[in-house]
């Protein structure tokens, strides 16, 4: 794992959209696998500014998002593809056809996991995973637990990330109790992962991943067996 320390969020922001701008330059179909929360919202509007600058091109590239409340629908302003078009989507040229989401309406939920994998394979997998961290060391929506699922699943949020993301709900009752996510398997997969991470709240996870110590209470730590991870964390999350 590599690790680079940045000043603040700003910078933290700026690194992540280098290294973005840089794997699009190198690979113009690159298959990115992205994340929400308020962690990825400045890499977006890095990479819509550069974008909008004619330095980067999003014709080719395809996108999967890791998770999905559920259920919810997609024009609902707290739907994760509600946060993708207002950050990114709308942002870039991106074709519509090339963005994925796992469909937070679908009406078997089991079915539109087992076909969101298949369809993250027919297109030969993801080159560059984004990720952040839950406070309680959960990636995507996996959530601390005595066993972790490998593919993209219907998963029960925990009171912890429900009480965290009642922030951007009218209250935490409004938060949905389930999710569809990816599992451990479809992160993992992925060739190159950038873990961001900004903020004091994310000190204990990102301790617990550096220590090198592997847990499925707290699912970060499993990036330790990837073999291409670079952790971009500002100074906050490092402990100042
Ligand atoms: C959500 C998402 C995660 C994200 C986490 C952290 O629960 N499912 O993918 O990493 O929140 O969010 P934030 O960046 O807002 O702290």
Known sequence: MRLITCENYAEMSKA????????????????????????????????SRMYANKDLDFSEVKTFNLDEYYPIDRANDQSYYYFMNQHLYSKVNLKAE???????????????????????????????????????????????????????????????TIEANSRFFASADDVPRTALTSGMATIMKARKIILMVSGANKREPLAKLL??????????????????????????????
């Open 16 to 47: 992540a959209g280098l290294m973005v701008a840089g794997q699009i330059a190198l690979k113009p179909n690159s298959v990115l696998g992205l994340a929400t929360g308020s962690t990825p919202e400045g890499l977006y509007a890095e990479l």
């Open 98 to 160: 090339n963005v994925h989401i796992p469909n937070g309406s679908a009406a078997n939920a089991e079915a539109e996991c087992v076909a969101y994998d298949k369809l993250i394979d027919d297109n030969c997998g993801i080159d560059l995973q984004i990720l952040g961290i839950g406070n309680n060391g959960h990636i995507a929506f996996n959530e601390p637990a005595g066993e972790l699922s490998a593919g993209t699943h219907l998963v029960k949020l925990t009171e912890n």
């Open 211 to 240: 220590a090198g110590k592997i847990t499925t209470d707290c699912p970060v730590t499993m990036l330790s067996m990837h073999s291409d991870v670079t952790i971009i964390a500002d100074k906050a999350a490092m402990g100042g």
